[in-house]
């Protein structure tokens, strides 16, 4: 399930960056996080995939402008239905029914009344003098006092309003908290901060503060109290914390204890491991060949800094932290370091780190595995090229993008080359989709090119291979054959559980860009092993279906389906599309004769009857005078059968 943020028109980028990475924290093990715009509000499916909709901080005139009409009304059905609504500063604002902000003041005054109206009453700010419009220079630590404790709590603030007489709504709002001091209002002592309103059957949790702070984060360069301010919000933050997530609980959501809390890792560098000394010494050269004086590769989307050791020299070090501060204040990446090894041996042993710093995963379990899965195949596939080289970071933005968005250095990579991560901060899955990455889960991309001339073979096809040889890869092992795992056209992974239910494990994209006649691909995958959330895990069903079978273990599960891929992707190669492929995505796919509606074309019902073998796109016939349709997904990001178009001849 997902949790929504608004990062549209009107919103700071500072509220969207610590909503998100609280949220990621607090909610990320058991919710995907992930941002959306107006367009996908007002024209995706997203209801049915969404526990949690949440709109930040920023302006909300410019929410109005963009939200009002279709999209609220998606937003207070999905509510009134059982949904849950998160609201900071603007975002309270903007779900009240009444807003008064900095009335009477001619050039900055707002009054009117909100679509969404989910609290019932008038919502007034700002509640302290000094709000300076895209600025912390107006900021403060303000003190908050929490139903049931005694003690104060200071929560960051900045221009957040207070929810007038919510008293007078006892059966309809709870008030979570209260502003100790009452500021400008001159009506209460204690005016509400933080209100928990019911609206039909779900409801929305709102705050004039931002409990959701970091403090330690935000450049206070221009705030006169910058040193008072961190020092009472970082004494302050676990009973900041505590609000927060007793808050979240009683929405109803599942949230990471207290004790367990962790904020967004670091990114770590990457190592560059490889099956053979040679195959290192290629890419450290094509990689250095690319830095400047300072060793630095700035590429399209990310910079990078290679370099053959673990260590640096102080000038270099806090050279490569200014940048990255310089870099995350532009909501860019921190520099990337890539450690090339140094002393290669002579034999044509594996090269990779010391164990001691890839805790998470063994390399040389990997290669062993990648070496004897490979000598399975005809001629002990001595010509298999695949996984013999892999990028790894314990912690990582997203191995998509630093392959898919760099195209310089994506170049100088050779085929088969994967960027592997046991922890993703902005796992990219397809259309605006992320991957809750976990330490439990396996995600990678790696690299193929794919030449214009094998024109039997369409590029298009080439995810369905590799969906196909993730479930495959399992499947074709003894003892595994009946593990259920199945295909969810176009490229996601399902497990069909044993009460009928299908849960989602994995999935995967493709993104291609063209140059000299060839496609230079890069597929992404992400596969649950071992997390029992947000869906379930592929071991747990290995157990309950068979409880003697071993757990897949990450790296020879790897190697496993680097190699199924290839023997699959040189037989497409050879033959193009065909029975030998068809039978077998058939068999593992779940559409074989369901019925769908096609919203776009009079509501015609049809039954799924294939895949097209020109563009792979999904073929159904009408039920009553089989005629028949070549259907593609519109592109939104919650539910590939759902919003199914017409493709045009």
Request: glycine share 8%; charged share 25%; proline share 5%.
């Amino acid at each position: 399930m997902n949790v929504l943020i608004y990062y549209g028109n009107g919103t700071s980028f500072q509220s969207v960056k610590q909503t998100y990475n609280t949220l990621k924290t607090v909610l990320g093990h058991a919710y995907d996080v992930m941002k959306v715009d107006a367009h996908t509000l007002k024209s995706e499916p997203w209801e049915s995939t969404c526990s949690l909709i949440v709109m930040p901080g920023g302006r909300d005139l410019p929410y109005c402008a963009d939200l009002n009409g279709l999209a609220n009304d998606k937003i207070k059905a999905f509510v009134k239905n059982g949904g849950r609504y998160l609201g900071f500063c603007a975002g309270a604002y903007y779900a009240s029914k009444e807003i008064e902000f900095e009335k009477g003041i001619k050039e900055r005054e707002i009054v009117g009344t909100r679509e969404l109206d989910f609290y019932p009453g008038l919502s007034r700010g700002t509640m302290f003098p000094g709000f300076v419009y895209n600025s912390e220079k107006g900021a403060r630590a303000i003190s908050l006092h929490m139903k049931n404790d005694s003690r104060d709590i200071k929560a960051y603030y900045n221009g957040g309003g207070y929810f007038v007489k919510a008293k007078n709504y006892p059966d309809q709002v709870k008030v979570i908290c209260t502003y100790k001091d009452p500021g400008l209002c001159k009506d209460e002592q204690e005016p509400a901060a933080g209100v928990l309103c019911k609206v039909g059957k779900g409801s929305a949790l709102l705050f004039g503060a931002h409990p959701e702070y970091d403090v330690n984060s935000i450049d206070l360069s221009e705030n006169e109290n910058r040193q008072q301010m961190i020092d009472d919000l970082n004494a302050s933050a676990p009973l900041c914390r505590r609000l927060l997530l007793e808050s979240l609980c009683e929405l109803g959501l599942k949230v990471t204890p207290l004790n367990e809390w962790k904020d967004v890792p670091e990114v770590t560098p990457l190592f560059l491991t490889a099956v053979q000394p040679s195959v290192a010494e290629h890419i450290t050269s094509e990689l250095l060949n690319l830095t400047d004086d300072l060793s630095l590769v700035k590429d399209d989307h990310d910079t990078f800094f290679i370099t053959q050791t673990a260590s640096n020299d102080l000038d270099i070090a806090d050279h490569l932290k200014s940048l990255s501060l310089k870099r995350e204040a532009e909501d860019k990446s921190p520099v990337l370091k890539i450690i090339c090894p140094t002393s290669l041996p002579q034999n044509r042993q594996p090269v990779y780190p010391e164990r001691s710093l890839t805790p998470f995963f063994d390399f040389a379990e990997y290669y062993q595995h990648l070496i004897n899965r490979r000598k399975q195949e005809w001629g002990g596939g001595a010509w298999y090229r695949l996984g013999n080289s892999i990028l790894y970071s314990e912690v990582i933005t997203s191995t998509q993008t630093v392959l898919d968005k760099n195209y310089n250095f994506a170049q100088c990579l050779p085929d088969g080359v994967i960027c592997l991560a046991t922890h993703q901060t902005s796992g990219r899955g397809r259309g605006k989709n992320s991957w809750v990455s976990q330490a439990g889960a396996v995600q990678y991309s790696f690299i193929i090119r794919h030449s214009l001339k094998l024109s039997h073979a369409p590029v298009v096809f080439i995810q369905y291979l590799t969906a196909l040889s993730i479930v495959e890869s399992i499947r074709t092992q003894k003892g595994y054959e009946n593990i259920p795992l199945r295909l969810k056209w176009p490229n996601d992974i399902y497990v069909d559980l044993p009460n009928g239910d299908l849960k989602k494990v994995g999935g995967l994209l493709v993104n291609s860009s063209f140059i000299n006649n060839e496609f230079l691909l890069v597929i992404g995958c992400g596969v649950n092993l071992d997390n029992p959330e947000p869906t379930v895990s592929i071991n747990e069903v290995i157990r309950q279906h068979n409880p003697r079978l071993l757990p897949l273990k990450r790296e020879e599960w790897v190697a496993n389906a680097m190699v199924t891929f290839e023997n699959m992707y040189l037989e497409f190669c050879e033959k193009g599309v065909g029975p030998w492929f068809l039978n077998k995505y058939y068999k593992r796919w779940l559409h074989s004769d369901k019925l769908v509606t096609l919203t776009t074309h009079d509501n015609v019902q049809a039954k799924i009857i294939g895949i097209t073998s020109d563009y792979g796109l999904l073929e159904a016939e009408d039920i009553h005078t089989r005629k028949k349709y070549k259907l593609q997904p519109d592109g939104n990001s919650f539910d590939m059968l759902k919003g199914l178009i017409i493709k045009k001849e």
